[in-house]
């Protein structure tokens, strides 16, 4: 029922004691003045955590998939037209929910472990001279694979094309842990979710709308009620929400906000690389592989690591849970049964993440695999001795 395991999962992540404390609040009248204490200290704190000066930030009671759904039925209308590319489960399943919104979707496939493929949407939006598409989707992390892609790149085939279509950037396993610049990237709706990044459990959508992205939603004809950004607009102008708030998980966001940015981003994301850095050096002493198909594609927030050939990498995450108490990914769509994942983001450190890779040792050990104990133990163990250079670490 119960572990003090740490989870190795992508999300929902490890939550710190003092997040866990501020989300379990006696009940509040969200009418009150006392929300709006809680309230616009959490929007302008998320609004620094994506490095913006311009956004308006929204959320939601809901997840990450419904930050998609507000960025698309806010900004589009039925038939427009949307460039995507699919490079795993997540950027997937965001067009998914553009087809099934009536968009039409232009859909650049590309294999899983690659990054978004910048330069075929350079070929795309500068072939589209009477600008059709409105709006082009980026996977900033795709979380099934382990890939991180270049939305700046994207940004420099956006100008470059001349192109005025929006761009949406996921960044729910991104935001709060990787490097993400809202305004210096021009991105017009950042999507994420509470539970990775922020460190606290499921239940908001936060999205950060542009300008370009704000102006866009007056033309919008697509169906939207519950993420209809001008209702919530409205409630926030007057202090509250358009319908009942999830009180406690915003005071949660509040406080995750100001220990990420008293931690300082920068050494958030230096830590998320650290600890990502020693993951990489056990897979690689275990002689394994990960799925991101070069180096500069690793994410600093969730590792795909490829088991043998012929070889269930689903059973590694049933074995760990029933024999060790602890979770791994598994993988997800194409890559089912041939990647397990280990998750690396939110309150995590250097230690926390050796009795993950010795799990990990022990489960493929135990199940017949090729490898030693000890060995990624070892090569983490050297790495994080060389390259802890700080004492601060996951919050709390
Ligand atoms: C987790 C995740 C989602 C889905 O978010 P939910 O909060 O589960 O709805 C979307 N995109 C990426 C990249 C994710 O990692």
Known sequence: MYSQNPVFIPGPTNMPEILRKAVDM??????????????????????????????????????????????????????????????????????????????????????????????????????????????????HNETATGVKSDVAAVRRALDAAQHPALLFVDGVSSIGSMDFRMDEWGIDVAVTGSQKGFMLPAGLAIVGFSPKAMAATAKATLPRTFFDIRDMAGGYANGGYPYTPAVGLLNGLKLSTELLLSEGLESVFARHHRIASGIRAAVKAWGLRLCAHSENLCSDTVSAICTPEGFNATEIVAHAARKYDVAFGVGLGEVAGRVFRIGHLGSLTDVMALSGIATAEMVMADLGLDVRLGSGVAAAQNYYRGATTSKIQAAA
Not at 105 to 117: D, K, Q, T
Request: aromatic residues 8%; contains cysteine; proline residues 6%.
């Open 26 to 139: 006696p009940t509040l009248d969200h009418r009150s003045p006392l929300f709006g204490q809680i309230l616009h200290p959490a929007l302008a704190g998320v609004k620094k955590v994506l490095k913006s000066e311009n956004a308006e930030i929204f959320i939601f009671p809901s997840t990450g998939t419904g930050g998609w759904e507000t960025a698309i039925s806010n900004t589009l209308s039925p038939g427009s037209q949307v460039l995507a590319a699919r490079y795993g489960m997540f950027s997937h399943r965001w067009i998914d929910m553009c087809e099934r919104h009536g968009l039409e979707v232009e859909i650049i496939e590309a294999p899983w472990g690659s990054g978004l493929p910048a330069d075929r949407y350079e070929e795309v939006l500068t072939a589209d001279k009477s600008h059709r598409i409105r709006a082009v989707l980026v996977t």
